[in-house]
């Protein structure tokens, strides 16, 4: 039982390259996300998928488009980088389990656009 | 939207001291995770608790969510315990979590 996976750990970009990165979860779960870290502060949702087939935006979606492909695999793409996207990207899921809708993270994606 | 408080925002702990961590949010919740990012970056649950009281080895957490704040104790630190903790609550449709900024926590042997 892997959990939250990511694909790739690190990448560095140039400004303009496109990208995606990707995660999937083995736990089942029906909701997943994407978050980014900047230095010093707490992670902001950039956007989630509540369910199979549905995904919305989060707080920070500007430049960023995602897919869920199906249950287990939700991607983040990068059309056009920049060097404001430079952040470490996590992704999460969460079910409900007993009532409990506990959410978990992958390892993250530290990514720099030069 | 929601606002997650927490403080301190620094602390430094010689080894084997307690510490109490608290986050206050703006307004109701019905879940409350605490984090601890460990200074590889990877983020470890350490409690589901939208009310109540949980203990976990040298960890506890008690939330009081009619005054809409949480506490997370520490007990005898370790170095290992040394990053960043984070309260996350969940806002509305989705589960979506609401990050606070972080306690940044460093425990010197």
């Known amino acids: 039982n892997a959990g939250v996976t990511q694909t790739p750990k690190f990448q560095v970009l140039k400004t303009g390259q496109s990208m995606t990165l990707q995660c999937a979860q083995d736990?089942?779960?029906?909701?997943m996300y994407w978050y980014r870290q900047d230095p010093g502060m707490g992670l902001r949702l950039i956007y989630y998928?509540?369910?199979?087939?549905?995904?919305d935006k989060g707080e920070v979606p500007n430049g960023y488009n995602v897919s869920r492909l199906n249950k287990r695999e939700f991607s983040l793409r990068l059309e056009s980088a920049a060097p404001s996207q430079t952040s470490v990207y996590f992704c999460?899921?969460?079910?409900?389990?007993?009532?409990?809708?506990?959410?978990?993270f992958g390892p993250g994606t530290r990514l720099t656009v030069t | 939207g929601i606002q997650v408080e927490q403080s301190p925002p620094d602390l430094i702990l010689q080894e084997g001291a307690n510490s109490t961590l608290r986050c206050n949010f703006s307004?109701?919740?019905?879940?409350l995770q605490w984090f601890h990012q460990n200074p590889w970056g990877q983020l470890i649950n350490l409690f589901y608790?939208?009310?109540g009281t949980k203990q976990n080895g040298r960890l506890s957490a008690t939330t009081v969510a009619t005054e809409r704040y949480s506490l997370l104790y520490i007990s005898s630190s370790q170095t290992t315990d040394s990053g960043v903790y984070f309260c996350?609550?969940?806002?509305?449709?989705?589960?979506?979590?609401?990050f606070g900024a972080g306690t940044i926590l460093r425990v010197k042997s």
């Open positions: 998928s509540a369910s199979e087939g549905t995904t």
């Open positions: 608790i939208p009310s």
């Open positions: 736990m089942n779960h029906n909701s």
């Open positions: 307004d109701s919740v019905n879940n």
């Open positions: 999460a899921s969460s079910g409900e389990r007993q009532g409990v809708y506990e959410q978990y």
């Open positions: 996350a609550v969940r806002a509305g449709y989705g589960n979506k979590l609401v």
